[in-house]
């Protein structure tokens, strides 16, 4: 989120919604041992270049039986550019 209460939203380069007009927000997976916190942080820069610095749980939600009889477990988190990059 910039200083003027947007958000960044992407669109895929591969997969099923690569040829439709959709925008979402960047999403990944966690890696083993890794901290939520440092999964979004490594997952936007991965998709957009951007480094940013997390700043809190925004919410999250879970789902049973989302793939292969596994649940999914989905958080949504805030980050922000470093103060010297927003001015």
């Given at each position: 989120?910039?200083?003027?209460?947007?958000?960044?939203?992407?669109q895929e380069r591969s997969?099923?919604?690569?040829?439709?007009?959709f925008w979402k927000m960047?999403?990944?997976?966690?890696?083993?041992?890794?901290?939520?916190?440092?999964?979004?942080?490594?997952?936007?820069?991965?998709?957009?270049?951007?480094?940013?610095?997390?700043e809190s749980l925004l919410?999250?939600?879970?789902?049973?039986?989302?793939?292969?009889?596994?649940?999914?477990?989905?958080?949504?988190?805030?980050?922000?550019?470093?103060?010297?990059?927003?001015?």
């Open positions: 989120m910039n200083n003027e209460g947007e958000i960044l939203v992407v997969g099923t919604t690569k040829s439709m007009n960047c999403t990944g997976q966690l890696e083993v041992g890794e901290e939520i916190s440092e999964a979004a942080e490594r997952e936007l820069f991965e998709e957009t270049g951007i480094k940013a610095n997390f919410c999250f939600w879970h789902v049973h039986n989302y793939l292969h009889g596994k649940g999914d477990i989905f958080f949504v988190c805030l980050l922000k550019l470093p103060e010297a990059e927003q001015a």
